[in-house]
């Protein structure tokens, strides 16, 4: 016979007097659902509560499962490169730019983004200088449209004009495409911001010596397919969003002697292995955004879905959609990233959070795969495995599954965490973590850090709000829902 | 006031009385040092209690802090491919060949060293058929001779002759030079006693069109370093024996411009990208064994170091050395590797470990950097990155330090244990895992399976017993050692 034990969760008054007199207490760490808020616990209580189907199934809950399922069956497959003109109708006539997140106007648009504006317009030759650049936008002559209608995805400021060379990626269960510029590199890059004769040059060299090349290559192939390169990398350090190392060698590695075969001559065959391989370690970026776009789209309108489908930023503002609302955005104000700094720089030289990127994250990889790479987990401020195998068990909290073909070696095989629940991270108060780089807020200035960013809260409760009151407007009368079931939602923390 | 707490170690008898009563006891896992061999502790004793300094420092100890400084400060850089007879001039005449490990005569050979051996003659054009190449080793018209004094590192078989290309790596602090031949691929291959046509072919390949080239790319770089790929390949899961996915790509890309402009056409060009994009994952081994080679060589001959310079295995007996004895061979007949078997084999069909591939192990690599790659640890059964990690920081007990230039992310960025001491290995009873592909145990048929080996103890035994008595003929009379200072020694476990 052991003795009693004594359990104290929530508050710690009860702990606190029983410590005085002696008894033993093992404190559990229990926080109340939704920090408390009771109108949100009733819209989660309503929302879980209130839909259900003949056999007693959630209705949001069962509207998951199948886009979660929707989302882990895609096979994206990179199939070609061409000039974004050919991908966007819309930016053929040349006065029209994309930019990443949810939409802007110029005058309201931050640093860095104007400054890939700006760098646009004279990589297209519409401008010779950056005073004529802006004049151009600040009359209005060439339009801002954000990248998200038009099927791409664009890390940072997010800028695509018409000349630049876009991946195109295809999932090939669902047909869904999607299209991503290819990666300029690391340091001073259009997408921080930067337009220096450098960044220019570089761009023009992109568009007319390797994006040909590399189309070659992909198309005599037959496509490269994506999700092998990302298990892999995921087993190799990369979360593939921050750190994409491992996967851009692997990428590499598949078109390797298909690549010599499409260079016209040996000098650009150099040139585009230098460019691949000396500091270019994020090029797979692009393709892990365009192929978790292709994914993620196969979950789009499915009624009753709180499912996150998407989260981009612009430099100002946050925009969610969930699956539910198809297209629809829920925006508030962004956060500024917690980084680490390039030396020399500081918290006050950050822009708040910005770029199409987080597309990753909705897909299981970045900060929900931070169990794959400690070196990135170095940016969490505690560099460790520890640290970062605990923020991906963390982040399972807020999913409904997992995706068996992207495994995490570190976490036992285990698949990353996929399919984020709005209703989970407003129940559980834990916010999907997104690794991200940071630009400085002024144009021109390029990179300044690295390190992570949380959405506004505000995002999730909106479109919780707006998920119940489109239930109770369209969808069958409510049933009960029992207490252990809601229990057990709440529970998940 | 918190009650007592009752810890056992040694005998469970007390234990067990003690809970007989109802009292809880906490057991401690606890074994007596060397498995309680009365001998063993005795010469272990006397060797690190016998022999000190004026300051009463440990002679052991101090000269194995000596050895251990310079195998860390050893910059390995890949210099140049050359013939072997270029390298070896021993080989020039074509009448002899190399094999690995201890010595051993051709009637004694495992089949698989066998068929290597056939392999290489009839490549050297010096047989035209698998009997004719037998005959000559039959009637010592050919000599085998080990790689060792040769300076050459070769997996499994190891069998080197006069036209195989060999990588010539150098320690640019101490000048030292270690060869070692290009890695085949996997499959069928001669490292593992395979001789088809196909074998032939590749080999001739390999010498006539890649080495060349890859000379020519290393030379043009002036070098390749090596320890800046190995230290990042072990945070992208490589262990560097069994696992150089990683390490292999990091290599590729260092060498890709250069290589495109080494190539002397594209057709050829391209067959080498594609040899080494494809299926050729241990590409990096031979390169990691080398640089092991050539770091380990450094701490050769330094009087009273107890530190395991090489680890060696013919398919027949085990052979190591300590520092103090340089070229010393201590041999026991080697084991059988515990391993996972392709399908339609089993251990039957396995052949006694075998090759010189262990050296990366005394560098602190494979099976001692197991927590680099939870991959890896699938071979240990329990395939988790706990139970790599565990090996890893078991390893650490039978080492005298830990190389900083080689750190473990998965491990929080300790480096890996190197310097594995033959005192700290029979004090603890834990022995080096060695990481190793299977050899079928019939001449021709190839690898079977990957697993992992462990030496005979009596070569650290028979080690141990030789050092004591050179030290008692030829150090200055010992002084005592104080009790604390042994039990620190025997502790370690």
Redesign the interface.
């Known amino acids: 016979m052991t003795p009693p034990h004594i359990i104290s969760a929530g508050s710690e008054l009860f702990m606190d007097a029983l410590r005085a007199q002696g008894v033993p207490v093992t404190r559990i760490a229990w926080k109340p659902p939704a920090h408390g808020d009771e109108t949100l616990i009733g819209m989660l209580f309503r929302l879980t509560a209130g839909f259900r189907d003949g056999n007693g199934v959630s209705l949001v809950d069962s509207a998951n499962e199948k886009a979660l399922r929707r989302i882990l069956a895609a096979n994206p497959v990179l199939i070609g490169v061409r000039p974004a003109a050919e991908c966007v109708p819309i930016l053929e006539k040349g006065d029209i730019l994309l930019h990443a997140g949810p939409p802007i106007d110029w005058p309201d648009m931050c640093g860095p983004m104007r400054g890939a504006l700006v760098g646009a317009l004279m990589y297209e030759g519409l401008a010779a200088s950056v005073k004529e650049a802006a004049a151009l936008l600040d009359r209005g002559a060439v339009r801002c449209v954000p990248t998200r209608p038009c099927r791409v995805v664009a890390p940072m400021a997010g800028v695509v004009s018409r000349s630049m060379p876009l991946f195109i990626v295809k999932d090939t269960e669902s047909g869904n495409i999607a299209y991503a510029p290819i990666n300029e590199g690391v340091g001073h890059v259009l997408r921080f911001g930067a337009h220096t004769p450098g960044v220019i040059r570089r761009l023009h060299w992109i568009s007319r010596v390797l994006a040909p090349v590399l189309d070659g290559a992909v198309r005599s192939l037959g496509g490269v397919h994506l999700k092998p390169v990302m298990a892999?990398a995921l087993?190799?350090?990369d979360e593939l969003h921050q750190r994409n190392?491992?996967a851009s060698?692997?990428f590499?590695?598949?078109v390797?002697?298909a690549?010599?075969?499409a260079a016209p001559d040996?000098d650009e065959?150099?040139?585009i292995?230098?460019f691949?391989?000396s500091g270019n370690d994020q090029f797979f970026l692009n393709l892990a955004m365009a192929a978790s776009r292709v994914a993620m789209d196969c979950a789009q309108n499915i009624f009753g879905s709180s499912l996150i489908t998407s989260m981009s930023r612009n430099g100002a503002s946050f925009g969610i959609q969930i699956s539910h609302f198809g297209e629809r955005l829920f925006c508030a104000p962004c956060n500024r990233p917690r980084a680490l700094y390039f030396p020399g720089f500081n918290e006050a030289d950050a822009c708040p959070d910005m770029g199409d990127s987080a597309i990753v994250e909705c897909y299981g990889l970045g900060g929900l795969a931070m169990g794959a790479s400690?070196?990135v987990a170095r940016f969490l401020r505690a560099?460790?495995?520890?640290a970062a195998l605990s923020l991906t068990r963390q982040m399972r909290h807020i999913c409904v599954g997992q995706n068996p073909d992207l495994p995490l070696?570190?976490?036992?095989?285990e698949g990353t965490p996929t399919g984020i629940d709005v209703r989970l991270v407003a129940a559980t108060g834990i916010l999907p973590v997104i690794n991200s780089g940071v630009a400085h807020i002024r144009s021109g200035v390029g990179q300044v850090g690295a390190g992570y960013a949380l959405p506004p809260p505000q995002v999730m409760h909106q479109a919780i709000a707006a998920l119940l009151a489109d239930l109770e407007a369209h969808a069958p009368p409510p049933h009960p829902l029992s207490c252990g079931e809601m229990d057990a939602l709440l529970a998940r923390q």
């Open positions: 892999q087993g190799m350090g190392t491992a060698m692997l590499q590695r598949t390797d002697h690549l010599t075969l040996r065959e150099s040139e292995r230098h691949l391989s400690p070196a560099g460790t495995l520890k070696p570190n976490a036992e095989f």
